[in-house]
């Protein structure tokens, strides 16, 4: 059964590059942003796991731990990162689950057989301290991911999660959001003082509340 949409994420405990991890214990009250990757010593992977440290303080100030996944074992993961921060120019500083026996690939869905059965896709999870999966984007093995898309995403879900609000096409922080359609147009006046635009009845734009 495929994890969808508001599911509470399973728990697991498997070795990384950092030893042994319980999985909820790790993640404690943060979001998390757990992504899988096809292969050690791999080209595309070897980019994103070097972008992902040098963006791991922007996930920080969001309150998000970053955690990886491939099915190599811990060893070849502390061989591939000497790779990675020599070629990209940083340090890997979150851990790399090595998933040998396939069981978190497995409970997540990261194997796709029709795809490639022997790797795990290119997915995405943001998990909020909840434990609920708010965001899944999957690409297959041979395209490389947007890390700054991923922000976006985690910026989006903490702004919308505390006010009345959701976010429209290619928003980024400090842009308008959307008043939700639940809250009529006279109440969203009072609940948004910086004012509400009315497009239409249902398309009614305000100022980023919390900016």
């Known amino acids: 059964m495929a994890l969808q949409l508001g599911d509470t994420v399973p ?87 090595a998933d040998v026996d396939k069981s978190v690939s497995e409970l997540y869905g990261m194997i796709h057989p ?34 700054d898309e991923i922000l976006r995403v985690i910026d989006s879900l903490q702004l919308t999660d505390n006010y009345g609000v959701a976010t429209p096409v290619n928003w980024k922080e400090g842009e308008d959001v959307v008043v939700v359609p639940s809250i009529p147009t006279e109440e969203a006046k009072q609940k948004f003082p910086k004012g509400v635009q009315e497009i239409k009845p249902y398309l009614r734009m305000t100022p980023q509340p919390n900016k």
Do not use: M
Not at 121 to 127: D, H, K, N, P
């Open 11 to 97: 728990n697991f405990t498997q070795q990384s590059s950092e030893g042994e991890i319980n999985f909820y214990d790790w993640a404690g009250d943060d979001w998390v942003v757990l992504f899988s990757h096809p292969a050690d010593y791999t080209p595309v992977c070897t980019t994103e796991l070097g972008e992902v440290a040098k963006l791991k303080s922007e996930f920080e100030k969001r309150g998000a731990k970053v955690i990886a996944l491939s099915v190599d074992d811990a060893d070849s993961h502390k061989g591939w990162i000497g790779d990675i921060n020599e070629t990209q120019n940083t340090t890997v500083n979150y851990p790399i689950l």
């Open 114 to 147: 029709n795809a490639n059965a022997k790797v795990t896709v290119r997915t995405v999870f943001v998990i909020d301290p909840n434990k609920k999966l708010r965001l899944t984007i999957t690409y297959p093995p041979s395209t490389g991911r947007n890390f």
